[in-house]
């Protein structure tokens, strides 16, 4: 998002501009609150307008998909991970 920010610099009005520093500083925090289920439903909102971001760098488009498929990626082997060490953890 930050390299996605340097492009929009020489092209895009400052709103977009705020408005993707805001998020870009959100991504920053977000990995903080991972340990609650608010970071991951703060993480997972934050993909849309990553996405969205497109509209101002069309590259984002792909780069926002890449990475919220990722994310998506890292929720389901994490779960799975978890069941796993469950599994093998005594009781």
């Known amino acids: 998002m ?14 977009e501009i705020v408005v993707g520093g ?17 970071g991951w439903i703060l993480g997972s909102a934050l993909q849309i307008p990553v996405v969205g971001f497109g509209l101002v760098v069309t590259m984002m ?5 890449v990475f919220a498929l990722l994310w ?11 069941a796993a060490r469950a599994r093998l953890t005594p009781q």
């Open 61 to 65: 488009y792909f780069l926002g998909g």
């Open 2 to 15: 930050g390299f996605a920010l340097l492009i929009a610099m020489n092209s895009s009005d400052t709103w």
């Open 72 to 82: 998506i990626a890292a929720i389901v082997v994490g779960r799975a991970g978890e």
């Open 22 to 38: 805001i998020v870009a500083l959100l991504l920053l925090l977000t990995p903080g609150l991972l340990k609650r289920k608010s």
